[in-house]
């Protein structure tokens, strides 16, 4: 399986935001009772974060979203904290914006499958 790029910075300090998807569903039955059943086996988890590129590193994450996963293809992501390997997928396309001569902050949003 293909990983995430090495040359792409680790997040910008403070913008690595880790969330868990419910994984339940809950219905009201006639009765007024909710009934829970699980969704999914495992809980997923989404990872939503900040980097700062140059010119190179943005070229790099948008040639892999674009080129080396196809844009909806699963890879191999290391936590920034944890170290712990994951696989993802890209949620949306990642965000550039222009912070000025050759300076981009990107914004990625990835879930678990």
């Known amino acids: 399986m293909v990983a995430y790029p090495t040359d792409v910075p680790a997040p910008t300090r403070g913008a690595f935001v880790e969330n868990a998807l419910g994984g339940t569903a809950t219905d009201p039955n006639d009765m007024g009772v909710f009934n829970s059943r699980n969704l999914t086996t495992k809980i997923l988890r989404t990872f939503e ?60 949003k990835l879930m678990e499958v």
């Open 49 to 108: 974060y900040s980097v700062e590129l140059n010119d190179a590193e943005r070229a790099s994450l948008l040639s892999f979203y674009d080129v080396d996963v196809l844009r909806s293809g699963s890879f191999d992501f290391t936590h920034p904290i944890t170290a712990e390997v994951i696989v993802c997928r890209f949620e949306s396309r990642p965000v550039i914006s222009n912070q000025g001569y050759q300076w981009h902050v990107g914004k990625v």
